[in-house]
């Protein structure tokens, strides 16, 4: 399995920007796809965006595409997730996930990230 450690979260106005950052230890980065997931209170666990592991595909959840973009850097072990024009509707813990398989469901990825907090204040 692969350790996942998120940051970069915080308190933003509405339209202002945040990047998250999510890095990896244990077996080889670049054997994983990684993905980006969001859980706001009272609601279920929601995807956001996956890269594949040579970051040659991206996907992204209808909400956020155009605003957010994923990334990564197997090199730094990192993934990233720029977040633009954000909106009060993006409050929520966000998550960095991994598995060997691309996927956009929670059940597709097997390590998880203890999350980060993502405020937007309208």
């Known amino acids: 399995q692969v350790q996942l450690v998120e940051s970069g979260g915080g308190l933003v106005q509405a339209g202002g920007s945040l990047r998250l950052s999510c890095t990896a230890s244990?077996?080889?980065?670049?054997?994983?796809?990684l993905g980006w997931f969001r859980q706001a209170p009272g609601k279920e666990r929601e995807f956001v965006a996956a890269?594949?592991?040579?970051?040659?595909?991206?996907y992204y959840a209808d909400s956020v595409k155009g605003r957010f973009t994923i990334s990564r850097d197997n090199a730094e072990r990192t993934v990233y997730l720029q977040m633009n024009s954000l909106k009060p509707e993006d409050t929520a813990v966000y998550y960095c996930?991994?598995?060997?398989?691309?996927?956009?469901?929670?059940?597709?990825?097997?390590?998880w990230g203890q999350g980060t907090q993502v405020t937007v204040s309208s």
């Open positions: 890269i594949t592991r040579l970051g040659l595909s991206t």
């Open positions: 996930a991994a598995d060997t398989v691309i996927g956009t469901r929670v059940r597709d990825f097997g390590s």
């Open positions: 244990g077996r080889t980065f670049s054997s994983y796809a």
